[in-house]
């Protein structure tokens, strides 16, 4: 894939990415409300996301023309209940760096693609406000607003709010 800053390609994540991927997370922990951590997960969360034991989760890197990893996307557990098991989670961070150049509009197609190939009903995200990039990136995904929650996150002495998006899959 071309993008503003060069070729871009998605494939699977592999261990030797995880130390990227996680660099990528803890600074948005440290510096966004997009995420609620307030602390780094320990290494143990990402092999756990790599592993993905169960049939519709994914872990997605992009990386650009040096291999080096510039966003991930992922899917998970939405609930550990067994009725909710069709229905994942996804979630996606680029680099700052990247970001506005059309790599998340390739790189989210392509997890919710596999999600599908594995037969995952429905994808749902969550977005804490104000988050433009990600609203508008969910839309161009065919996601719908399906509901927002009020004042559900405390974070850098603020209240926060999520809106809920959700995609049928099949
Ligand atoms: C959200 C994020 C993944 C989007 O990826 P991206 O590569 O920057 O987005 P793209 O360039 O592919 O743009 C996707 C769409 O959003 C629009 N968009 C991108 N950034 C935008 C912004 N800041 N404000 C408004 N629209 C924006 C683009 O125009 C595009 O829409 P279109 O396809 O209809 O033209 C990325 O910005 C990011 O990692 N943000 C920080 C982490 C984060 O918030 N993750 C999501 C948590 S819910």
């Not at 602390?39 to 890197?61: M, N």
Request: glycine letters at 8%.
């Amino acid at each position: 894939m071309a993008s503003d800053q060069g070729v871009v390609t998605i494939r699977p994540a592999v261990q030797e990415d995880l130390s990227d991927i996680a660099a990528i997370y803890n600074h948005e922990i440290a510096n966004s409300t997009a995420t609620f951590d307030l602390e780094p997960p320990t290494y143990a969360y990402w092999e756990q996301r790599l592993a993905g034991k169960h049939e519709g989760d994914h872990l997605l890197v992009a990386v650009d023309e040096d291999e080096d990893v510039v966003g991930y996307a992922y899917s998970w557990s939405y609930r550990p209940r067994p009725a909710y098991d069709l229905t994942r989670e996804t979630s996606i961070y680029l680099d700052p760096s990247v970001r506005g150049r059309g790599i998340g509009r390739v790189l989210y197609p392509a997890l919710l693609e596999a999600m599908a190939a594995s037969g995952v009903h429905t994808a749902v995200a969550l977005v804490a406000l104000p988050n433009p990039g990600s609203i508008a990136l969910h839309k161009a995904c065919g996601f719908e607003h399906v509901g927002t929650m009020r004042e559900v996150g405390w974070k850098f002495d603020q209240w926060v709010d999520v809106e809920w998006y959700q995609k049928l899959l099949s």
